[in-house]
């Protein structure tokens, strides 16, 4: 097979509280990639350094075609890690240092999309925790959470000021910004995105790149106020795809993600998540550049809904970038 000749890399792990979940992410991209016929090395991350088989390796040393990176949190959606692989000129399946970085902040990444006209929350940021009394006249509940991780880790949310100590000390166990955030009430839904020259939904070549939904999931928390971690991978939530929603709604749901997808000038699949409030706005809620790809994420069971494959999605992704 031709594309026996290529070495795809595929990063997983890192040294987040996210490292399980990218370790499982990382395996599913590894089967995929095998899947399509490609020698696949699995490069795992830690305090340690890079290992392939338990064993310190250096990335340039490897002879990689292409870098699929799967670590979710710092180092890989932050910036360093495609920023590494940009000087090495190695190609890669993530954005780039400048768009991870500001994706990977929440808080920043949602005040500049409000600029260009994109519904998001109302929030503010600290440093350090604030007196409780300033959110006396905020709509609760509220969520108090780390501006730069993932997965849930770290977050609360909370029904009253006397409860925002505990939570915003929570947060800070992950990180020094601390996002408060007023909660929306309504319908959770994430809708997958990527740029192809590849149409999958007409199984045709492009002459440019085109930004496409993947698909729109319903979240449906079944043991917990919110989709926490115990939701999102212990299976205490339903994930309905397609969502229960109206063409009309499904449709801007997809326009606001393809939207603020090539805003950010995205790159790879990446996931918008919102909340439909009570008016059947949809409310970003925050920008994924590296999405889950474990058995209980989302972006596959969308791939899967569409009819689609997720080892040619991958390698479709890939050879437009590798030269």
Same mark, same amino acid.
């Given at each position: 097979m031709e594309n026996e000749q290529k070495v795809i890399g595929v990063l997983a792990g890192g040294y987040s509280s996210e490292r399980d979940i990218s370790l499982a992410s990382g395996k599913t991209a590894l089967q995929a990639f095998e899947e399509a016929g490609y020698q696949v090395l699995f490069v795992e991350l830690d305090r340690e350094g890079f290992k392939v088989n338990g064993q310190l390796v250096k990335i340039s040393d490897l002879g990689l075609s292409y870098v699929f990176n799967a670590i979710h949190g710092a180092p890989g959606e932050d910036g360093h890690i495609s920023g590494m692989l940009k000087v090495m000129g190695i190609p890669h399946s993530t954005c780039d240092t400048f768009q991870s970085s500001l994706t990977f902040s929440k808080y920043q990444c949602n005040t500049l999309l409000?600029?260009?006209?994109?519904?998001?929350?109302?929030?503010?940021?600290?440093?350090?925790?604030?007196s409780a009394a300033i959110f006396k006249h905020w709509n609760f509940p509220l969520f108090v959470k780390p501006?730069?991780?993932?997965?849930?880790? %770290?977050?609360? =949310?909370?029904?009253? +000021? @006397?409860?925002? #100590?505990e939570a915003f000390s929570a947060a800070q166990q992950e990180g020094n910004e601390v996002i408060v955030e007023e909660g929306i009430n309504g319908i959770e839904v994430g809708c997958g995105v990527l740029q192809s020259c590849f149409d999958f939904e007409d199984s045709r070549t492009l002459p440019t790149p085109k930004t496409q939904a993947i698909a729109i999931t319903e979240i449906v928390p079944t043991d917990s106020s919110f989709f926490d971690y115990e939701a999102k991978y212990n299976g205490k939530s339903q994930e309905i795809t397609p969502a229960r929603i109206d063409a009309e709604?499904?449709?801007?749901?997809?326009?606001?993600?393809?939207?603020?997808?090539?805003?950010?000038?995205?790159?790879?699949?990446?996931?918008?998540?919102?909340?439909?409030? %009570?008016?059947? =706005?949809?409310?970003? +809620? @925050?920008?994924? #550049?590296?999405?889950?790809?474990?058995?209980?994420?989302i972006i596959p069971q969308q791939v899967k809904h569409r009819g689609w494959k997720l080892s040619n999605v991958l390698s479709t992704l890939a050879e437009e970038h590798i030269a």
């Open positions: 409000k600029h260009y006209g994109i519904e998001v929350p109302k929030s503010s940021s600290f440093l350090s925790a604030p501006n730069r991780s993932g997965s849930s880790f %770290g977050v609360s =949310r909370i029904e009253s +000021i @006397e409860e925002f #100590s709604l499904s449709q801007k749901i997809e326009d606001v993600s393809i939207r603020v997808y090539d805003l950010l000038q995205l790159k790879g699949i990446v996931r918008m998540d919102f909340i439909i409030d %009570g008016h059947n =706005r949809p409310v970003l +809620i @925050e920008v994924n #550049s590296i999405p889950g790809l474990s058995p209980a994420s």
